[in-house]
């Protein structure tokens, strides 16, 4: 990086310390609530909210991940993005009202509501662990491995150093902190990540342009535009063809966007009901550009690595290094270090830095760092909300006052990270960590789906049943992998949903005993109504979709 980039990117990290500082001391004089630290004062607008939203949803996991499998597969990854918009428009229209009725501050209070707090607090350790262990950790990995890729700084301090950048503005501030630096990360975001594509593009066609760029690319390597991938592709046990569109990808999809306690929070913060619908649908049009930013430079980065003859298709696989075993002579001078340090899928999008002009390279590394730190601060958040709300507050002090409470989320978060700190570097072996992301959250994902919807849309469900569905998507998925590994893990998904939803239904069937009518949700809990512009919004999105899907088949 020139010194040029080098003030562009420390002006960006001033910006966000700055404005997270300022708005974390900003009422110091006035004591702040577990509602303040948590909801933001429930005082979110839609705007507010989908940014931030986006920002915590973008991250490492898809800048370099996601643009990794760009790299490796092509533009059918792309299908977690287009189906996240349809989901956020049905957890818009079916889900935020219920859980905004019953004023909760996390998905575990709402199954204690309806179930008992035996489930609330084994759904509560099920969260905190997949947060820390998987979803931090590999957004610290990930990130560490672009700055080393970029600045050249070890992998280590590049952990460190990310976590201390979240850690400055978030801890104290709380989620309001989090949500308005996100409106300004996801600025950058979006900005840096449509500059570094419309340059890789313009690279690609050798200064023609970004459109005579992308179509060469579709002539180039026009098997990376296959949206829905047959049995025969390499990658289908990954997108295993149309069973993304009408299988296990809806569950990973609720789960998501509908379930996740740092995706849901945003809305849980919100003004009012039609707030945050408005900025879930607003979410869901930015979802639309994000294949563009993330998925787009990964198969820019493969056809100029393949242009210099250090990418091989038919050799590339998931384990393989994409690089390994080739001489410096076959890249050009600006790609030896990438060549001599045996480069995988998932440094496409570092690497591609390298191809930009001075100056775009620091608006291009601010807008990966900002969808880092912005999901680091929206995790560790999550994460000490969770164990106030849910373990501390119920199980360790009843009595806890306000500030004891926000200050037990401060030390949560810290711990948090300092977990994920060191955990981060074990996970150097990956190859597509986007897609080891996705197999392993998808051992917990098919049985709170069935714990949801079942608890939600029929009332007989009973706290037993739910219990087993969170045991049995552990032990179905450890199976399905162990015993049936052919099977692609987004069928096995959906397999283990269907297991762990027959499984519930007959536990509650046999149980008998019923539910409190206090705890079920019944017809009068719904209120599906929408504003037109809700609903013209979602059907505008759709069509949009609809559209994307048939261009790509």
């Not at 931030?52 to 996601?66: C, D, H, K, P, T």
């Not at 979240?166 to 989090?178: E, K, Q």
């Not at 179509?215 to 025969?232: E, N, R, Y």
């Not at 570097?425 to 960590?433: E, I, N, R, T, V």
Request: proline residues 3%.
């Amino acid at each position: 990086m020139s010194t040029l980039d080098y003030a562009v990117f420390i002006t960006y990290c001033l910006i966000i310390i700055g404005v997270g500082l300022y708005l974390s001391f900003r009422n110091k004089k006035k004591e702040k609530t577990s509602e303040d630290y948590f909801l933001a004062g429930k005082s979110l607008t839609w705007w507010a909210i989908g940014a931030s939203l986006i920002a915590s949803n973008i991250s490492a996991e898809q800048f370099i991940g996601m643009s990794g499998s760009g790299f490796a597969l092509g533009i059918a990854i792309s299908s977690y993005e287009w189906m996240a918009a349809i989901t956020l428009i049905l957890v818009g229209k079916f889900l935020l009202p219920i859980f905004i009725k019953k004023q909760i501050y996390t998905m575990p209070q709402f199954l204690e509501q309806r179930y008992n707090s035996n489930v609330k607090t084994t759904m509560a350790i099920f969260w905190i662990g997949v947060y820390v262990f998987v979803n931090l950790t590999s957004v610290l990995y990930l990130g560490s491995l672009a700055i080393e890729t970029v600045m050249g700084v070890e992998r280590i301090y590049a952990i460190i150093g990310l976590a201390l950048f979240a850690m400055i503005y978030s801890i104290y501030g709380g989620l309001t902190a989090v949500a308005w630096t996100d409106v300004i990360q996801v600025i950058f975001l979006i900005a840096g990540g449509l500059a570094t594509t419309y340059l890789a593009l313009d690279a690609v066609s050798e200064g023609g342009g970004p459109i005579a760029g992308f179509q060469t690319l579709m002539d180039a390597v026009p098997d990376h535009f296959d949206s829905i991938l047959d049995k025969g592709h390499p990658f289908y046990g990954d997108l295993p063809g149309w069973g993304v569109i009408i299988g296990g990808m809806w569950i990973a999809n609720i789960s998501y966007w509908g379930l996740n306690q740092y995706i849901t929070q945003r809305a849980l913060a919100a003004k009012s009901l039609k707030e945050a619908q408005k900025g879930v649908m607003f979410a869901g049009y930015l979802k639309l550009l994000m294949p563009l930013i993330v998925v787009l430079p990964g198969i820019a980065a493969y056809y100029l690595l393949m242009k210099e003859g250090a990418a091989d298709l038919a050799s590339m696989s998931m384990t393989n290094d994409v690089l390994a075993g080739l001489p410096d002579s076959s890249v050009t001078k600006s790609m030896t270090d990438a060549a001599t340090m045996t480069v995988k899928s998932d440094k496409a999008y570092p690497v591609l830095l390298q191809f930009l002009p001075s100056g775009f390279r620091g608006i291009a590394f601010a807008a990966l760092t900002a969808a880092i730190v912005s999901s680091l601060a929206s995790m560790a958040n999550s994460t000490a909300t969770i164990f106030t709300m849910d373990i501390y507050k119920p199980l360790m002090n009843t009595k806890a006052s306000e500030t004891r409470l926000v200050n037990v989320g401060r030390i949560t978060a810290l711990v948090a990270f300092g977990l994920a700190i060191i955990v981060a570097p074990m996970l150097g072996k990956l190859d597509q960590a986007f897609q080891y992301i996705q197999e392993y959250t998808g051992f917990v994902t098919p049985g709170i789906v069935a714990i949801f919807i079942l608890g939600i849309f029929w009332k007989k469900t009973t706290p037993k049943a739910a219990l087993v569905g969170g045991i049995s998507t552990f032990l179905f998925s450890i199976l399905f992998k162990q015993f049936l590994s052919e099977v692609p893990f987004l069928d096995r998904m959906g397999y283990v949903f269907l297991i762990c939803t027959a499984l519930m239904v007959a536990v509650s069937l046999f149980d008998g005993k019923g539910v409190d009518a206090k705890k079920a949700i019944i017809m009068k809990d719904f209120d599906f109504k929408t504003s037109r512009g809700f609903n013209a919004g979602a059907i505008a999105l759709c069509i949009i979709l609809t559209v994307l899907y048939i261009l790509f088949q």
